[in-house]
Every structure is written in C-alpha cells, then in structure tokens.
T-cell receptor, first 111, second 112 residues
Framework: QKEVEQNSGPLSVPEGAIASLNCTYS??????FFWYRQYSGKSPELIMF????GDKEDGRFTAQLNKASQYVSLLIRDSQPSDSATYLCAVRYNYGQNFVFGPGTRLSVLP | DGGITQSPKYLFRKEGQNVTLSCEQN?????MYWYRQDPGQGLRLIYYSQIVNDFQKGDIAEGYSVSREKKESFPLTVTSAQKNPTAFYLC???????????FGSGTRLTVV
C-alpha cells in the first residue's frame, strides 16, 4: 500500500514568517511530487512540482525533495493571511500512473 | 478559456436514488479522473480514464459507475449501492505522463 503522510495541523505562523510543510512517502520508486493548495470549500490548485533531489524555487514558494529520506517539503516565505489553506502533497509513483494524495496540512497565517 | 466544468455545484440525493455528476473539459486532455474527498481526509480515487471508451476502477469504485464516450466528458453516476455518498466530488484531467492535474470546481453531494 503506497502511502503519503502529512501532519494534519493546524500549523499556525505569524504574518511574514516562513511556513514549513512536510510530507513523507512510503515507496522509494516514486517519480514526481506535487503540492496543491485548497481553500475551504474549493478545489485544489497546483502550486509546484518537483522531480529531482534538491530545491526548486518559484516566487515565495520553495519545494525541497530528499529521495534518500523519502520526504518532500514546501516552504512559504513571507507568509500572508491569504496563504491560509490546506496544502495537499501528491506523489506519482511511476511514470504515467495516478497520484496518491496525502490528507493535507491546514495552514493558518495570523495577521 | 480552457478548463473543467463540473455540475451541479450542489446535489441532494434521496435514499435509493441514482444521481449523475457531470464533468466536461475543453483542455484536450486525454486522462480524466474522479476523486472523493471527505472532511479532514485526502482525495481518494474512484475511477479514471486514460482514453475514450476505456476506464479503470480506482481505490473506492464500489457503488459508482462512469462512462467515457467522448474525450471531453466523463460523467460519474452514484448508485443506490453506495451507502455513504455524502462527500465532495472532484473531477480532474491531465495531459498525461509526468504532468499534474487540473481540477474542476467540485460537486457537493448530500443524502437527504
């Protein structure tokens, strides 16, 4: 059974701080990793994806992948109240296969 | 504008009734998916289709049925055999391969 785990939260950070969201996965054969943001009552929207070990930056967001330790993280710099949402980690284990989603971490950015 | 349209946004089902959720995309994506989301839980895969006239069961297909007669359309029927259908249903599409999903806006189904 392929699993993706995340802390459910809520993770509370003050406005302007760095929010760090973590995700671990069970299968070393994983290929690609995606982060989605989901506002309450809305559908998920893609924030970032990463395939290779290391860091990938896009604006205030940085995805970090460590395949040896089987974790992927998302850093949000200069957090804003509008970043308050649930963040879903998704793992694609083989090329062309479906995603396995984690349960999501709820982030609350306090003004 | 390209995207995925799900309808209706809210749906109420009586006990023993079948209901159909609509999903239409104009992104020219080959793959389409149906997920179910329950409060505080992640997305669980119901059915997926990677090509017209072909579809496969996901992790929780019991009580659901789908069809894929056109590339653009992937309707989901929630049958009376699904005993706990109250949930948020999400349709997604993908160009395939290593790319991510584009999600529709979702349908919230409630049993009354």
């Amino acid at each position: 059974q392929k699993e993706v785990e995340q802390n459910s939260g809520p993770l509370s950070v003050p406005e302007g701080a760095i929010a760090s969201l973590n995700c671990t996965y069970s299968d070393r054969g994983s290929q690609s990793f995606f982060w989605y943001r989901q506002y309450s009552g809305k559908s998920p929207e893609l924030i970032m994806f990463i395939y290779s070990n290391g860091d990938k930056e896009d604006g205030r967001f940085t995805a970090q992948l460590n395949k040896a330790s089987q974790y992927v993280s998302l850093l949000i710099r200069d957090s804003q109240p509008s970043d308050s949402a649930t963040y879903l980690c998704a793992v694609r284990y083989n090329y062309g296969q479906n995603f396995v989603f984690g349960p999501g971490t709820r982030l609350s950015v306090l003004p | 504008d390209g995207g995925i349209t799900q309808s209706p946004k809210y749906l109420f089902r009586k006990e023993g009734q079948n209901v159909t959720l609509s999903c239409e995309q104009n992104l020219n994506h080959d793959a389409m998916y149906w997920y179910r989301q329950d409060p505080g839980q992640g997305l669980r895969l119901i059915y997926y289709s990677q090509i017209v006239n072909d579809f496969q069961k996901g992790d929780i297909a019991e009580g659901y049925s789908v069809s894929r007669e056109k590339k653009e359309s992937f309707p989901l029927t929630v049958t009376s055999a699904q005993k706990n259908p109250t949930a948020f249903y999400l349709c997604a599409s993908s160009i395939g391969g290593a790319y991510g999903y584009t999600f529709g806006s979702g349908t919230r189904l409630t049993v009354v």
